[in-house]
């Protein structure tokens, strides 16, 4: 079923962030977070174009021969920004970061994720400055959304 749901989900552009199954006598749950790369992330509409094509396909299937629930989603906003694979998906969105800088003292940033996957570092960008910090000193990572008094780029 995993894979099932990797490969539709790939041939919509969407990664599969987590999957759970948990069957519980005649009901079972299918759980699957969804995400895109990039700074646009994913929206409702991808959420209901995997979950039709992932039903249809499990319906015709044989691999569930009880009911079940199926819930596709995003990972939500406020998840954790913790592996390698979160930072590359999160690249160009707009992150809160805390983090140890050199001295060891705590320290806060935000702007949008740059990741650089040979050095392991990431980087927070806020118009003209960029703080670097190796992801291992990396406290919390989470998207954040602009308030209403940020002005919004422009496209």
């Not at 099932?4 to 199954?21: D, K, P, T």
């Not at 320290?107 to 806020?126: K, T």
Request: proline share 5%.
């Amino acid at each position: 079923m995993e894979d099932l749901a990797r490969e539709l989900a790939a041939a919509l552009g969407l990664e599969v962030v987590s999957f759970v199954f948990h069957s519980q006598g005649r009901h079972s749950q299918l759980r699957i977070d969804l995400d895109r790369s990039g700074p646009v992330g994913v929206d409702l509409g991808d959420c209901e174009r995997l979950s039709r094509a992932l039903d249809e396909r499990l319906d015709g299937s044989g691999l569930l021969d009880t009911t079940y629930e199926l819930q596709v989603s995003s990972p939500g906003i406020d998840r954790p920004i913790r592996t390698p694979d979160d930072f590359r998906r999160n690249a160009g969105r707009r992150v809160w970061m805390q983090f140890r800088d050199d001295k060891g003292r705590v320290l806060e940033r935000r702007g949008n994720l740059v990741w650089d996957a040979d050095s392991g570092r990431v980087g927070v960008v806020d118009g003209a400055s960029e703080t670097q910090v190796p992801a291992d000193r990396i406290i919390l990572m989470k998207q954040c959304v602009r308030s209403p008094e940020q002005k919004r780029p422009r496209r």
